[in-house]
């Protein structure tokens, strides 16, 4: 089923199913921001990555001499929530443990996923993680929303740009295949805007270490005349991706609360780069907005 949000100019829906953003419309133009979910390219509009992001080595990790098994990026996205919150601007959607979770994540968790659309047509995107077990709990979580690039037809991928705020050398992550090469690290200059270019996607996602300080992302046509602007408040890394050999007409901006695993990774959960620990009853909140033009 469907969650719909409106104000006078946006209407958004979202998906009960992994609490999905799929679809950002101008009422009076009709535009679409959202990515459509087309399978030729990536069949995902905007997946919520928890309680893991990116992969673990071998797909596969060991918690108090056990061994569990899980895919990349984690299970909520193919998880049911539940809609707990709603009002015309706003919803709460939910999932908490069960039996199947319990199978691959020994923990019991409640994730919400909020949603809070203003009159600014800006969406705000909360992840709020409670450990609700009686033992410390260790997660990731992150955002991996797509957006149509070019926004207008007749527009090419490259009239298209990344603008990124503070304008600065960032420490730049590099992957080897899906894992984490943390002796590869480079540096990354956003001290001018970046074109949209496919070359610079055939080695994955270009990633960014913010070390959770504040960042604004804008995704606009050279001309400015549409675009998205991602306000970030506290992730650990923002990816930019886009499916490189299948010149997908889409461009991913995706904050993250936690990584892939490391290379030399020795596969011990509480040992992963980048994950979080929240103690019994504590609340942890990961955030950023979305504003549409």
Not at 249 to 256: D, Q
Request: net charge negative; proline share 4%.
């Amino acid at each position: 089923m469907s969650v719909k949000l409106e104000n006078e100019n946006i209407t958004v829906m979202i998906s009960e199913l992994g609490a999905e953003l799929v679809s950002v419309q101008n009422k009076e133009s009709g535009l679409e921001y959202m990515w459509e979910a087309d399978p030729n390219f990536w069949g995902r509009h905007a997946p919520n990555l928890f309680p893991i992001v990116g992969r673990l080595k071998g797909d596969r990790y060991k918690y108090r001499d056990k061994t569990y098994f899980m895919t990349q990026h984690g299970f909520a996205r193919d998880n049911e929530f539940d809609l707990v919150e709603k009002t015309a601007t706003t919803a709460r959607l939910r999932l908490v443990n069960n039996e199947d979770t319990m199978a691959i994540y020994p923990f019991k968790f409640q994730f919400d996923v909020l949603y809070r659309l203003t009159e600014q047509d800006t969406l705000g995107v909360a992840y709020i993680v409670t450990n609700t077990d009686t033992n410390d709990i260790h997660f990731s979580v992150g955002g991996h929303p797509g957006f149509r690039v070019p926004l207008d037809a007749g527009d090419k991928f490259t009239d298209y740009y990344l603008n990124i705020e503070p304008h600065a050398e960032y420490k730049r992550s590099k992957l080897v295949g899906p894992y984490l090469d943390r002796g590869a690290e480079t540096t990354f200059d956003t001290n001018i805007h970046l074109r949209l270019r496919r070359d610079d996607y055939k080695d994955d996602a270009i990633i960014l270490n913010t070390q959770g300080e504040p960042l604004t992302v804008v995704l606009a046509k050279l001309s400015e005349s549409h675009g998205v602007t991602m306000s970030i408040q506290n992730a650990q890394y923002v990816g930019f991706w886009t499916p490189y050999a299948k010149e997908a007409p889409l461009v991913c901006i995706e904050p993250w609360w936690g990584i892939a695993d490391t290379v030399d990774a020795d596969g011990e959960l509480a040992h992963k780069f980048g994950i979080n620990t929240l103690s019994p009853a504590q609340t942890f909140t990961g955030s950023y907005s979305l504003t549409f033009f």
